[in-house]
């Protein structure tokens, strides 16, 4: 996480307007002062910036006690768009009531400053402790960032206006126009606020708040501050029925809960009295002490479930059909048959063979006559079976997939068939091959899936540890670095410690997961593209990487003082994000070789059912639940 660090301020400076009142602008750094040469190079210098470069400029300049510098998503030029938040924030359980700030969703510079400049006085003023005791304040300080770094107003350069059209339409974060709506309204819906305030910058204060439902928390806030700032004048209206403070106050965000809102309008020449005149208010509201958000209790809710009752909550829906021997249907059954064991529900199990019992009576084929890698890893639920009821049927079945590893005459090939040169691979391929060498003992099957295993490291192993989906892309894909972390940790799992190869495959083990801790987000979870911490923090490959981990602490395999709390962190955020429905959020859809990094951040992120990330969601909470049960 980046930290703001304290930016030497020099005087305030000024500009008449026509009707002569003076506005105030940015405090300027010292050396901007010491002529005009190096004013106007400074100035041409920041012209030439990218937008990115412009928003970490700015965001350089501050170093706030305890804040964390993290991004809620990516605009269409690729500038990151930031947020500021502490360790309260990531905590739900805080006693604290939770303000959110959003600066610069119309573009303005003068947005963006009033913005840090509450945030610097309540992080750094005396007079803030107080408040500070009671109030955990986060920001949005640039919404908008390319609307601000390009001086377009509310524009954001990309034919889209973030101000309005809320809640967004259509997929998400693929919009070819306004995805900074999308971020902006999925990722408040988990922060979970009691709060939100939209602050901007007029000609005179007002301000605008819902007069009924959860926006009239705010009317009192409102009030408050309307007195102090405008009192000869009725400064409160009702927001437009588009506007981020109406809907986030109305309608249940992400499928979580509705939070009070409200947007400031502010003089500019009130800058500096707005922050400490905004917390005594929300004193005076009887804020600092109100209940938890709709949102925040709603998410609470979820954080308070065993692993078990969330298996549980999947199980009613996902695992219940195996129209063909898939990779995503047969780990949601795999699911099952482990929630039968934990819950002590054979119920669970009958119910799977009852699924899976026309593949073993011969009626329908595993294998289709065009296979695929997701079909070979479709065979992982015969050899869960096989282990589980020790009919050797089903080791015929697990086996019909491994064998596609040897030609006619029993010779391994190069690899697993049907790679596509994917990083998926590592999990399509490798763990049959190890199941088949458990349920069968024999070596080859062992053999083959440390040969695989290369193959796709040589193709698809980066220098830093992760993996890029393909070689026609260094991106490191979220689950295409999941596949290979779930894919070794069941490998793992299935291959006898004494056979040669072993130490190989743990040593690649280890590495992965040891460079994919380092990239692990505060939230918890892993992002879509695993380095690129603007892509959106993604349910399946966080479910993979953590499965990995817990199997590999359950194992004996890895640290458990470095690793535990890694665990703990996302398993907190991945049920956060798992609905009592079985509802999702921010599920990639499924995704082939791509061709760019912007290919990647566009995947669309499913919020509501899937079954993807269901059957993902159902491993690790099942795993969860044998690690509580052991620990």
Same mark, same amino acid.
């Given at each position: 996480?980046?930290?703001?660090?304290?930016?030497?301020?020099?005087?305030?400076?000024?500009? #008449?307007?026509?009707?002569?009142?003076?506005?105030?602008?940015a405090?300027?750094?010292?050396?901007m002062?010491?002529?005009?040469?190096?004013?106007?190079?400074? #100035?041409?210098?920041?012209a030439?910036?990218?937008p990115?470069?412009?928003?970490?400029?700015?965001?350089?300049?501050?170093?706030?006690p305890?804040?964390?510098?993290?991004?809620?998503?990516?605009?269409?030029? =690729?500038?990151?768009?930031?947020?500021?938040?502490?360790?309260?924030?990531?905590?739900?359980?805080?006693?604290?009531?939770r303000v959110?700030?959003?600066?610069?969703?119309?573009?303005? +510079?003068?947005?963006?400053?009033?913005?840090?400049?509450?945030?610097?006085? *309540?992080?750094?003023?005396?007079?803030?402790?107080?408040?500070?005791?009671?109030?955990?304040?986060?920001?949005?300080?640039?919404?908008?960032?390319?609307?601000?770094?390009?001086?377009?107003?509310?524009?954001?350069g990309?034919?889209?206006?973030?101000?309005?059209?809320?809640?967004?339409?259509?997929?998400a974060?693929?919009?070819?126009?306004?995805?900074?709506?999308?971020?902006?309204?999925?990722?408040?819906?988990?922060?979970?606020?009691e709060?939100?305030?939209?602050?901007?910058?007029?000609?005179?204060?007002?301000?605008?708040?819902?007069?009924?439902?959860?926006?009239?928390?705010?009317? /009192?806030?409102?009030?408050?501050?309307?007195?102090?700032?405008?009192?000869?004048?009725?400064?409160?209206?009702?927001?437009?029925?588009?506007?981020?403070?109406?809907?986030?106050?109305?309608?249940?965000?992400? =499928?979580?809960?509705?939070?009070?809102?409200?947007?400031?309008?502010?003089?500019?020449?009130?800058?500096?009295?707005?922050?400490? +005149?905004? *917390?005594?208010?929300?004193?005076?509201?009887?804020?600092?002490?109100?209940?938890?958000?709709?949102?925040?209790?709603?998410?609470?809710?979820?954080?308070?479930?065993?692993?078990?009752?969330?298996?549980?909550?999947?199980?009613?829906?996902?695992?219940?059909?195996?129209?063909?021997?898939?990779?995503?249907?047969?780990?949601?059954?795999?699911?099952?048959?482990?929630?039968?064991?934990?819950? =002590?529900?054979?119920?669970?199990l009958?119910?799977?063979e009852?699924?899976?019992?026309?593949?073993?009576?011969?009626?329908? #084929?595993?294998?289709?006559d065009?296979?695929?890698?997701?079909?070979?890893?479709?065979?992982?639920?015969?050899?869960?079976?096989?282990?589980?009821?020790?009919?050797?049927?089903?080791? +015929?079945?697990?086996?019909?997939?491994?064998?596609?590893g040897?030609?006619?005459? /029993?010779?391994?090939?190069?690899?697993?068939? *049907?790679?596509?040169?994917?990083?998926?691979?590592?999990?399509? /391929?490798?763990?049959?091959l190890?199941?088949?060498?458990?349920?069968?003992?024999?070596?080859?099957?062992?053999?083959?899936?440390?040969?695989?295993?290369?193959?796709m490291?040589?193709?698809?192993?980066?220098?830093?540890?992760?993996?890029?989906?393909?070689?026609?892309?260094? #991106?490191?894909?979220?689950?295409?670095?999941? *596949?290979?972390?779930?894919?070794?940790?069941?490998?793992?799992?299935?291959?006898? +410690?004494?056979?040669?190869?072993?130490?190989?495959?743990?040593?690649?083990?280890?590495?992965?997961?040891?460079?994919?801790?380092?990239?692990?987000?505060?939230?918890?979870?892993?992002?879509?593209?695993?380095?690129?911490?603007?892509?959106?923090?993604?349910?399946?490959?966080?479910?993979?990487?953590?499965?990995?981990?817990?199997?590999?602490?359950?194992?004996?395999?890895?640290?458990?003082?470095?690793?535990?709390?890694?665990?703990?962190?996302a398993?907190?955020?991945?049920k956060?994000?798992?609905?009592?429905?079985?509802?999702?959020?921010?599920?990639?859809? /499924?995704?082939?070789?791509?061709?760019?990094?912007?290919?990647?951040?566009?995947?669309?992120?499913?919020?509501?059912?899937?079954?993807?990330?269901?059957?993902?969601?159902?491993?690790?909470?099942?795993?969860?639940?044998?690690?509580?049960?052991?620990?």
């Open positions: 996480s980046a930290r703001l660090a304290p930016r030497p301020d020099g005087p305030l400076t000024h500009f #008449a307007s026509p009707r002569g009142k003076k506005y105030r602008l405090m300027l750094p010292r050396w002062t010491l002529g005009v040469v190096l004013v106007v190079s400074g #100035a041409a210098a920041l030439a910036q990218t990115a470069e412009k928003v970490e400029r700015l965001l350089s300049g501050t170093r706030l305890g804040v964390i510098q993290t991004s809620i998503g990516v605009t269409r030029t =690729g500038t990151p768009i930031p947020a500021l938040i502490t360790n309260d924030d990531l905590d739900y359980f805080t006693p604290k009531t959110l700030l959003v600066g610069g969703l119309d573009g303005s +510079e003068s947005s963006v400053r009033a913005t840090l400049s509450v945030l610097r006085w *309540f992080y750094l003023d005396a007079d803030a402790q107080v408040h500070r005791e009671r109030v955990a304040l986060s920001a949005v300080p640039l919404a908008n960032p390319d609307g601000w770094a390009s001086g377009l107003g509310p524009s954001n990309s034919g889209g206006n973030p101000t309005v059209a809320y809640p967004p339409q259509g997929t974060y693929n919009n070819a126009t306004d995805p900074e709506a999308a971020y902006l309204w999925r990722w408040i819906a988990m922060h979970a606020p709060l939100v305030v939209d602050l901007r910058v007029g000609t005179e204060w007002a301000f605008a708040v819902r007069q009924s439902g959860t926006g009239a928390d705010a009317h /009192g806030l409102a009030f408050n501050l309307s007195k102090r700032f405008s009192p000869d004048q009725e400064a409160i209206a009702e927001p437009a029925d588009d506007e981020l403070v109406n809907r986030i106050s109305r309608q249940a965000a992400g =499928g979580v809960g509705a939070m009070a809102a409200l947007r400031v309008r502010m003089d500019p020449d009130d800058r500096d009295a707005l922050a400490p +005149e905004l *917390f005594k208010a929300v004193q005076h509201a009887g804020m600092a002490g109100w209940p938890d958000s709709t949102a925040r209790e709603s998410i609470q809710r979820r954080l308070r479930r065993s692993p078990v009752e969330v298996a549980q909550q999947l199980a009613a829906h996902y695992g219940h059909e195996l129209e063909r021997v898939a990779y995503i249907p047969a780990l949601a059954l795999l699911g099952r048959i482990r929630l039968a064991d934990l819950s =002590g529900d054979a119920s669970h009958a119910d799977v009852r699924i899976v019992k026309p593949y073993l009576d011969g009626g329908k #084929a595993t294998l289709p065009r296979p695929s890698g997701s079909n070979l890893s479709g065979h992982l639920v015969f050899a869960e079976l096989a282990r589980v009821t020790k009919k050797t049927r089903y080791i +015929e079945l697990a086996r019909a997939a491994a064998d596609l040897f030609d006619n005459q /029993g010779n391994p090939g190069e690899s697993m068939p *049907f790679h596509n040169e994917m990083s998926d691979s590592v999990f399509m /391929g490798t763990p049959i190890a199941e088949a060498g458990r349920l069968t003992g024999e070596a080859k099957y062992l053999d083959m899936a440390l040969r695989h295993m290369k193959f490291q040589d193709l698809c192993l980066r220098p830093d540890g992760l993996y890029r989906h393909s070689p026609l892309d260094e #991106a490191a894909w979220g689950r295409g670095n999941g *596949f290979p972390a779930l894919g070794l940790a069941l490998s793992l799992s299935a291959m006898p +410690e004494d056979h040669p190869g072993r130490a190989r495959m743990l040593a690649a083990f280890r590495n992965h997961l040891e460079a994919l801790l380092r990239r692990q987000d505060p939230s918890g979870m892993w992002h879509q593209v695993i380095d690129h911490p603007e892509s959106y923090r993604e349910l399946t490959a966080t479910s993979m990487i953590t499965f990995a981990m817990v199997r590999g602490l359950r194992s004996g395999w890895l640290d458990r003082k470095r690793y535990e709390p890694v665990i703990d962190r398993w907190e955020s991945l956060a994000r798992i609905a009592p429905s079985g509802d999702l959020v921010d599920v990639c859809t /499924g995704t082939g070789k791509q061709k760019s990094l912007r290919d990647y951040f566009d995947r669309t992120a499913i919020l509501g059912h899937d079954d993807r990330g269901g059957a993902m969601a159902l491993m690790i909470s099942t795993e969860m639940a044998y690690w509580q049960r052991e620990r």
